[in-house]
DNA sequence: AATGCGGGGCA
DNA sequence: TGCCCAGCATT
């Protein structure tokens, strides 16, 4: 068998299999561009299971690109709380405020214009024109590089750049006539149900006759990639502030720089301890520590005794997180009008008017409130804090 | 080309 | 519990 029935066998048993195997998947079950559009950003870096009902909260919410454009940039951040990669979501507004004011409301059935949205890079531009429009534009991601460099035997490190554009050129060639959008989901279901990155399926593999991988032996070790740095780990002291008197049963909170990790999410306050694990100071000197850094932010606390610790992983960091309750110090606390909290504001006011309306949100103070369990429904944090917060108000319940 | 950016699943 | 997964933007 020559190259180019090779090359046409794989796509015509891939295909055959996906027509009877693919799954019901809530984003399957519309051809709307914009349901793939969402499907394809939720599923970058994320798991079917997890975007399933994200999917369905978010398109509920926001069932069209106009509804996504004219939303509150808080309550898309809301909606995507505990998926992760929130620029996802920031970029994903954006882009729908682009595809209302130069595309009329509706996503261009056209390479660059799709490349030039927001948040929509090689991947998930071959994505949108393949399954939503049935475009022969590739849609190289990990899925398909591991099925590629399996059945094809590419040991590539698909780390680099030059990999990808490899791949993209055999997808170029490897799509059958008229079937661009089954066959980009079929390569995808394929690597999420049978060419999975350990202990493939081999024996039930619809191209498993004429995989060179497998035929080698190697499938185990491919796709060839470099090991990404571990994350470095970052000692903090967290402050669960407990109001008194008019905030009795409330929460102090804080929310984060409108750039950079977390970017917008509240949180916590909290300072860093030491730069790596282990080192950091235990009980007085911690609590002393928080109170210290904290005061220097014009936030004045009293850590009143350890409560728990917590750990978070981001791709780049580890925190190692020792949470303290607080009392309030009544001298320094944040309020309306402090100088701290003014600065801030008029900094993010300054920045919003250099930039352009189109890439810049609405000014948001970096600012510090008084929460209550009910809070918990608009505002957005990331996980950790979330479930400490979460398991800080149900305990609060039961006195 | 290198770095920043989350969270979950699995052995 | 430790390891694996890996798009896009920025610099």
């Known amino acids: 068998m020559n190259n180019t029935e090779h090359k046409s066998t794989f796509s015509t048993e891939l295909l055959n299999w996906y027509m009877v195997s693919k799954r019901d998947l809530p984003w399957r079950r519309h051809r709307d561009p914009y349901m793939i559009w969402i499907s394809e950003i939720m599923l970058q870096q994320t798991r079917v ?3 399933i009902p994200y999917f369905q909260r978010f398109t509920e919410r926001f069932p069209t690109i106009q509804a996504l454009a004219e939303a509150p940039e808080e309550d898309v951040l809301k909606h995507w709380e505990g998926l992760g990669y929130y620029s996802r979501a920031r970029n994903l507004q ?14 261009p059935d056209d390479v660059e214009a799709v490349a030039g949205l927001k948040g929509v890079g090689p991947y998930t531009t071959g994505a949108i024109m393949s399954i939503a429009f049935n475009r022969p534009v590739p849609a190289v991601d990990g899925n398909v590089m591991r099925v590629l460099s399996r059945y094809f035997l590419i040991e590539d490190d698909i780390m680099k750049q030059g990999t990808r554009k490899q791949m993209e050129a055999l997808v170029r060639e490897l799509f059958p ?15 999420a149900l049978v060419c999975t990155p350990k202990s493939p399926h081999c024996l039930t593999c619809p191209v ?3 995989c060179a991988g497998r035929l080698a032996g190697v499938e185990e070790t491919l796709p060839v990639k470099t090991k990404a740095k571990p994350p470095r780990p970052e000692e903090r002291l ?17 929310q984060r720089p409108a750039k950079g990790l977390l970017a917008r999410m509240w949180e916590l306050p909290h300072v860093l301890a030491a730069a790596s694990a282990g080192t950091a100071p235990a009980g007085d000197g911690a609590m002393d520590r928080l109170a210290g850094a904290l005061r220097e932010e014009g936030v004045g606390v009293a850590p009143v005794r350890h409560l728990l610790n917590a750990e978070h992983t981001f791709s780049h960091i580890h925190w190692n997180l020792q949470v303290f309750q607080c009392e309030e110090a009544p001298a320094a606390l944040p309020e309306p009008g402090h100088a701290a909290a003014a600065a801030q504001v008029a900094e993010a006011a300054a920045a919003y008017a250099e930039s352009g309306a189109l890439d810049a949100a609405p000014p948001e103070p970096v600012a510090y409130r ?16 979330l479930k400490i917060l979460r398991n800080y108000f149900s305990a609060q319940d039961e006195q």
Request: avoid cysteine.
């Open 49 to 51: 299971d997890t975007v």
């Open 94 to 107: 954006l882009a729908a405020r682009q595809i209302m004011e130069l595309y009329d409301g509706r996503m």
């Open 177 to 191: 006539e008229g079937q661009a959008s089954h066959f980009t989901q079929a390569m995808m279901e394929l690597g």
């Open 208 to 210: 498993m006759e004429h």
């Open 238 to 254: 967290v402050a669960l502030v407990e109001g008194r008197g008019s905030r009795s049963g409330r929460v102090l909170v804080r």
């Open 370 to 385: 008084w929460i209550t369990a009910a809070d918990m429904d608009t505002l957005a944090f990331p996980n950790v804090f």
